[in-house]
């Protein structure tokens, strides 16, 4: 648990570099950010994969 916690705390931190230097955008970020969870497997990271792949689902339009 604490490795997970450590990669979503990492992801997270890195998501606020990238918007605050201004390289990507606050939705490309939410989406890092949320992936952290995913790589981490944490406890919400059945719902955070299910979101991200509606998303994915809603861009393609599958």
Avoid: E, Q, Y
């Avoid at 790589?39 to 955070?48: F, I």
């Amino acid at each position: 648990m604490i490795v997970a916690l450590s990669t979503t705390v990492l992801f997270a931190i890195i998501s606020v570099v990238l918007v605050r230097g201004r390289r990507v955008s606050m939705p490309t970020a939410l989406v890092l950010w949320l992936s952290g969870f995913t790589a981490a497997t944490t406890g919400v990271a059945g719902p955070v994969n299910d979101f991200l792949a509606s998303i994915v689902r809603l861009v393609s339009g599958h």
